[in-house]
């Protein structure tokens, strides 16, 4: 059967999506295609918003608001400065902060090294972290990559790249499940790894 081209456009622009194969992504278009038009209306507001309102915050490189100095937990002064968080991708942050335990600032990678798919040190916000170290404010760095071969590697690569400087250097303890990651994770596991945090060795 031959769909219509813009109907056809907005199934491939579905599948291009994380999660989404033909079949999920053909559901959601007919069901825009036969929904009241304010939904298909918000949802085209919304993903235009998205990339001309949110911005990376230039310290810690989590998604903060476009006109922004630096995102909320950067310009808390109730933040401990000397405590740097160190997760793959922003929505790490959402599950650590939904703990409730965690008082230190973050740094998002925005990925985990990868040579299989040709992902690089130099594509990874790793030289900020370390020219933040680098200031000498920081006392701890808890490295919270995902316990995942790609993690681990990226953790490692860290714990080298950070030997130079005099602050501590501590992983996630294993209450993490090996391959999960920190998204899924539930409070009590993300607390009891967080407060069972190891010296790197």
Known sequence: MLLPEPLQN???????????????????????????????????????????????????????????DRCEICESRARDEALICVVEEPLDVLALERVGAYQGKYHVLHGVLSPIEGIGPDDLKIRPLLARVAQGQAREIILATNPSMEGDATALYLRQQLAAYPVQVTRLARGLPVGGDLEYADQNTLLRALSGRQTMS
Do not use: H, W, Y
């Open 10 to 68: 907005l199934i491939t622009a579905f599948e291009r999506l994380p999660g989404i194969g033909p079949k999920s992504a053909s559901r959601l278009a007919f069901f825009l295609l036969r929904a009241p038009e304010d939904v298909s209306r918000q949802l085209a507001e919304a993903l235009s918003a998205l990339k001309q309102n949110t911005a990376l915050c230039p310290d810690c490189f989590n998604i903060m608001l476009n006109g922004r």
